[in-house]
């Protein structure tokens, strides 16, 4: 008789057989070269799946998947239900789980095929928005010369990690008007030019000390370029220094960019482009911004 629940999920030898003749060996195969962290994750979420629906794969319905992914919800700070995390990846795996029993032929049909899992992304970003003053008091209290015109050069201009880290004087420029144009290469290849008002740019120009043009322009400490646990390590003591809560990194600082400088009336365009993220807004595919600009000129630093 078929086991009525995959509630206790052990590690089942497969053998030779080309397709499952249980939950178990099914599971198994599924599991097949996961790596040790992601299988005992997998194996915990079928259990709790299991658990809730207290039948074999074989007699499950939609309706169970749904009800699965109701118990996985909660409400978020707007009162609407929404999968956690944890949630998600639960789902998530049943689906997977499901789709791979049709296809080795164990299972008739994929009930789990029409749940759609979305990520929260929105309620997720606006977690790691830092408000003005959190950005305003990091600068202030940040007393170091090149952390402090790392930190709001990398907020004007919403720039990388990775992408400061590889800036070398050559890709400064600057204007008669004294402020500079960066040019970054991007995720890619893609190429972008960010203008960089005076105020941040004399900044950070103040750092050059007469360098050459491949010389990087953030140094480290031995005098080569900053690596990215480097600048992850600048921004997160700003943070703690500032009293702000949260794994704070420099992609909350690109976030903090972005929000901001819509906020205080920047095209939507133009804070796309100095992103160099088509994901920024929705705006239509043929609005461009005006080249040469950039939207750090509408933030406050």
């Not at 052990?10 to 003749?21: D, M, S, V």
């Not at 998530?92 to 789990?112: P, T």
């Not at 095209?267 to 600009?293: K, M």
């Amino acid at each position: 008789m078929e086991s009525t629940a995959v509630a206790t999920i052990e590690a089942q030898p497969i053998g030779n057989f080309a397709n499952a003749r249980s939950d178990e060996q099914l599971i198994g195969l599924w599991l097949h070269d996961k790596a040790g962290h992601s299988e005992r994750a997998y194996r915990a979420d079928v259990a709790r799946f299991a658990a809730f629906v207290g039948k074999p794969l074989s007699s499950v319905t939609l309706g169970d998947v749904q009800g699965f992914a109701d118990s996985v919800s909660m409400a978020g700070k707007d009162g609407k239900p929404g999968l956690t995390p944890a949630g998600r990846r639960a789902v998530a795996a049943i689906k997977s789980l499901l789709s791979f029993g049709q296809k080795v032929g164990y299972l008739q049909w994929n009930v789990g095929a029409a749940i759609k899992v979305k990520k929260n992304t929105q309620a997720r970003l606006a977690e790691r928005i830092l408000p003005e003053s959190d950005i305003h008091r990091m600068l202030v209290l940040e007393t170091d010369p090149r952390n402090h015109a790392l930190l709001r050069f990398a907020y004007v201009t919403a720039v990388r990690g990775s992408e400061l880290c590889a800036l070398t004087w050559a890709d400064m420029l600057t204007n008669d008007d004294g402020s500079g144009t960066v040019i970054v290469d991007g995720k890619g290849g893609k190429e972008r030019t960010i203008r960089v008002e005076a105020g941040p740019w004399a900044e950070v120009a103040g750092l050059r000390n007469g360098a050459p043009g491949d010389a990087p322009v953030f140094l480290s400490r031995r005098g080569g370029h900053l690596d990215a646990a480097q600048v992850w390590r600048i921004v997160r003591a700003a943070a703690r220094r500032a009293d702000i809560a949260g794994d704070v990194s420099p992609h909350w600082i690109r976030h903090a960019h972005a929000s901001h400088a819509i906020e205080r009336g920047a095209p939507l365009p133009l804070v796309r482009d100095t992103l160099g993220h088509a994901s920024i807004s929705t705006t239509d595919i043929y609005a461009h911004s005006r080249q040469g600009e950039s939207s750090g000129k509408y933030l406050s630093v």
